[in-house]
């Protein structure tokens, strides 16, 4: 079970993995020494009559031979344990930071369980495949390779028979291995969906106790456990026979070759010297291959976690081509511009045209489904129009995303909070600077609501840790923006959820942001609308309306419908 980009991974430390198979060969020609040690003390105390300084003597170079065979052993392990972890943590380094380079559509596209389990089993079921699976591949040919020259020079039957039931083996492992691989793929993408399932039940849970449907996702995620529960049971019984199959075929040819030493050994063809080095070494031997059969199954667990590891790291990165010399945002402009998501076969939004210039605040209202997030994430960069063109100061904004990201903020309506403390939760960083982020904290208000935490801005939040509230973390949203100094504010009104309370809280901190900086914000809320400088009216993907608030309701159109003649929003 080859995987040709796990094979790459070990071109970034061959040193690790040429140790691991080196130090196995030697343990291999140690154990010939010990054995041919053992053989001839054995031989020389029954029918050689060695003195007592040769008897000492092999029994010295079988004491020293099993040494060394432990020590290499150890070595061999030991590196390739280095080896695992060394992959292990490099691969877990490029998820995360392509988790930060990626579309982040594409990342919210997979569920939370789903990179999670991808992140920990995925990445933890290579760790068999670099330590064992993988050098063990290489000693199953090498160990038998060496033991060979030996016997060869001693009892050339002996080493035909070997050489061909060697492949016995192999041959079970993989005539068993090819049913069991749908089985194997089945159970891997069933974990997927129990820990997605299980992460998405765990997020809405406060949700379903309220509404009363709490047992009855209790009984479909027993229903989803007992299904991955089988399907588990299934795979251990394949790997149970495969493993009886092996050691059955292992132990036959050890069998035959002990029968055919035996009987030219009574024949007086065979002395007893080698017939006994041979036997002692045939169970050496096939040992190599029989350790791949028990870890061939790992193999195939790790291939299949490849796929999915390795699927996600070639998604495509965020677009990073700089053409245009970097400058102060002057304007945004929108030309006709569609999109479509990929499999729809409705237009998300349809020939959009406005222009957002520095400065202004802009307010896009409109129902649910209007195509408002979808013209945030366009203006985001996050996505590219199907038709039309995005000019950011007059240039094409597909040339210059990295710079324009460089210059926003983000507010979005449910802010991430990062299981860390709350000063890297609002740098972002893992060293952050502490008078930024005091600053940025009391700016926004945050600092005088965290006024009961034990350890304020150091406090550990997250989940399992310390929760912060809503109004907290729409807060600490904002506390971002300020420690970035961002120019450019996007917004998703985070005051939608709030109590009246929290509400008053986060409107203070919003104005103070606002202040000299230009925003592009989804409203909802009356009062939002009313500070905007300019207003674009969404209706199932197109702009129906644009001007202030008075102008729009005035005109007393699909505005004013909206906000029920001014009363709401």
Known sequence: MINKNLLGELKKSPLLFSLTVLLALLGALATVVEY????SLIDGLIFSNLGDERLKGYLFLTLAGLAVKVLCQL???????????MVQVELREALVN????????????????QLMTTYLEGVDKLAVYFHSYL???VKSFGIPICFLVFIFQLDLISGLVMVVTLPLIPFFMVLIGKWTTSITHLQWKKLQILAAYLQDVLRGLETLKILGRSKDQGERIAEVSESYRVTTLK????????????ELAATLSIAIVAVGLGLRLVTGELNYLPAFFILLLAPEYYQPMRELGGFFHSGMDADEAAQDIYAFLQLPDRQTQVRVPAQAFDHLEFKNVSYNYPGSPALAVEDISFNWRAGEKLALVGMSGSGKTTLLYLALGFITPTAGEILLNGKPLKDQVAIWQA???????????????IAHNIALENQPEPNRVRRASEVSGLTGLLADLPA???????????????????LLAISRVFYQASEVVFLDEPTDHLDLASESQVL???KNLLAGRSAFMIAHRLHTIRDADQVLVMDKGRLVERGTYDQLMARQGAFYALTGGGSHA
């Open 36 to 39: 041919w040690a053992l053989a």
């Open 75 to 85: 070595g061999s392990d030991f590196f390739g344990l280095q080896l695992s972890e």
């Open 98 to 113: 392509k988790m930060k380079t990626t579309n982040p559509l594409l990342v919210r596209s997979q569920s939370i369980g």
């Open 135 to 137: 050098p063990q591949l």
């Open 235 to 246: 795979v251990q019984r394949w790997a149970f026979l495969s493993s009886l199959v092996l």
């Open 407 to 421: 210059k926003i903020g983000l507010v979005p309506q449910d802010p991430y909070v990062f299981r860390t403390t």
């Open 456 to 474: 304020g801005l150091e406090t550990p939040v997250g989940q399992g840790v310390h929760t912060l509230s809503g109004g907290q973390t729409a």
């Open 508 to 510: 203070g901190a919003l």
